[in-house]
């Protein structure tokens, strides 16, 4: 049952004692009244006076919960609070907070105050991190969640629209994720503060969706929205993802400015994960600028860092540079490293991009740069046509690039070759490819 405005106090005790199992004749022998009272008292046939209110507030456990209209306000106005709390990282405070809000809980006919609750205790688990199964238990929550949705405010929706929008893209499903992002973003409407959070992640899931020109428009926001001089690791990762963009949409100087910032601060402030990211793009950017020397170095350096999955595109990137410089020897070991690391990697999934699925695709990505320097075996051309390309096609936006790289290579192969037909097939993948890319269609 769905509360609704005003929700008679007898009403909601009647909710609460049949979710706690008791019995009208167990609460009158408990209240020491008599069962035709619990009966008027809960029809509204009778008012409850301070002293029952309160005896059945005991009996139910539910003595600090908010039952009448003037409380139900005050619970909200500190939920919005304690959301306030998190978005300041005062942390501690939040975590005391919850406790002491959480006597919502058992109300569960108040859909709005719950859904409220949940979508800021889920914002509290992110932050903390405080358990391995911190990831197992948000996603507990947002199921929970559903129950809550109907009749629940266009407040508590946009929070829950907007977990649901982070987790998603946390966990590799940036369609669902984006999704949910415009939709928490629709029904805050203009009511909706400039947030720089929300811009970031909608540009990452773009990103992620290989459409770098909706992922350039959100994470210039962001950036814009910030409204802040100083750069901090949120902002260094969001300028950091722009600069992967501006490198595909071919935009150079607008990269090199931004990783001129990024790489500096994460080397400044040691923050390992977004001068990895950091680095890698850095590599990229010299890499498509045909400066193959200058990227493989900066590879190297990113090489050093600690092993992750970013590490095997830094060493198919590498492989490809000495590829490009035609030092093949060089390629052919760089790759083989690839092929070790990727054994090391093996077991921790959990900790990659895309989970099992996300280390094939590095593999994958390993195997058709060897095909590449192979183009003169049918065996290569064969696995490039008819696997690589296609799985990389349909894959993230970096993946989708490199199917590109891989079309280029390709081409130029077969035309050499006079294979006209072939060339011109393999062109009109890469045209299907980058009209999804770049064409500038509605967005998601």
Avoid at 99 to 115: A, G, K, Q, R
Avoid at 179 to 192: E, Q
Avoid at 260 to 272: F, L, S
Avoid at 279 to 291: D, E, F, K, N, P
Wanted: glycine share 4%; net charge neutral; hydrophobic share 40%.
């Amino acid at each position: 049952m769905i509360s609704k405005s005003p929700m008679p106090l007898g009403v909601k005790i009647k909710l609460i004692r049949e979710a706690r199992g008791y019995s009208q004749e167990q609460m009158a022998r408990l209240l020491k009244i008599k069962q035709s009272k619990i009966s008027d008292l809960e029809t509204g046939k009778a008012e409850y006076d301070d002293e029952i209110l309160q005896a059945s507030k005991k009996i139910l456990e539910i003595e600090n919960a908010p039952l009448l209209p003037h409380e139900i306000d005050l619970y909200k106005d500190r939920i919005w609070v304690w959301n306030d709390m998190i978005t300041a990282n005062r942390i501690i405070e939040a975590v005391a907070l919850r406790d002491e809000l959480s006597c919502v809980m058992p109300l569960h006919y108040e859909h709005d105050l719950i859904l409220l609750y949940l979508m800021t205790d889920v914002r509290l688990l992110i932050k903390e991190r405080k358990s391995e199964r911190t990831d197992e238990i948000v996603g507990e929550i947002m199921i929970k969640a559903q129950a809550y949705l109907e009749g629940a405010s266009n407040d508590a929706l946009h929070l829950y629209h907007r977990n649901n929008g982070f987790l998603n893209v946390k966990f590799g499903n940036s369609k669902e994720g984006l999704a949910h992002y415009l939709k928490s973003i629709d029904i805050a409407g203009d009511n909706m503060k400039p947030d720089s959070a929300i811009y970031a992640v909608i540009g990452l899931a773009y990103s992620s969706l290989g459409k770098p020109y909706h992922a350039i428009r959100h994470l210039e926001t962001a950036i814009r929205e910030n409204r802040s001089d100083r750069v901090d690791p949120n902002s260094a990762h969001t300028m950091t993802m722009l600069a992967q963009n501006y490198i595909l949409t071919k935009e150079y100087n607008s990269a090199k400015k931004l990783i001129d910032i990024c790489v500096p601060h994460a080397r400044r402030t040691d923050h390992k994960l977004i001068l990895s990211n950091a680095l890698l793009v850095q590599g990229y950017l010299y890499h498509q600028l045909g400066q193959y020397r200058e990227a493989i170095a900066i590879y190297d350096q990113h090489l050093k860092m600690p092993t992750n999955g970013l590490s095997i595109s830094s060493i198919a990137n590498k492989a490809q540079c000495f590829f490009a410089l035609k030092e093949l020897a060089k390629a052919h070991e760089v790759i083989e490293q690839g092929r070790v690391l990727l054994q090391e990697l093996r077991g921790q999934e959990n900790h990659i991009r895309g989970g099992g699925f996300g280390l094939k695709l590095l593999s994958l990505r390993l195997d058709a740069v060897q095909h590449l320097m192979s183009l003169n075996n049918k065996e290569s051309l064969s696995y490039l046509e008819n696997v690589a390309i296609p799985r990389l096609a349909v894959s993230d936006g970096y993946d989708k690039f490199f199917a590109l790289d891989l079309c280029n290579g390709l081409r130029q192969h077969y035309t050499k070759k006079r294979a006209i037909t072939k060339a011109n097939a393999v062109a009109a993948v890469a045209n299907d490819i980058m009209a999804e890319m770049f064409f500038e269609d509605a967005e998601v």
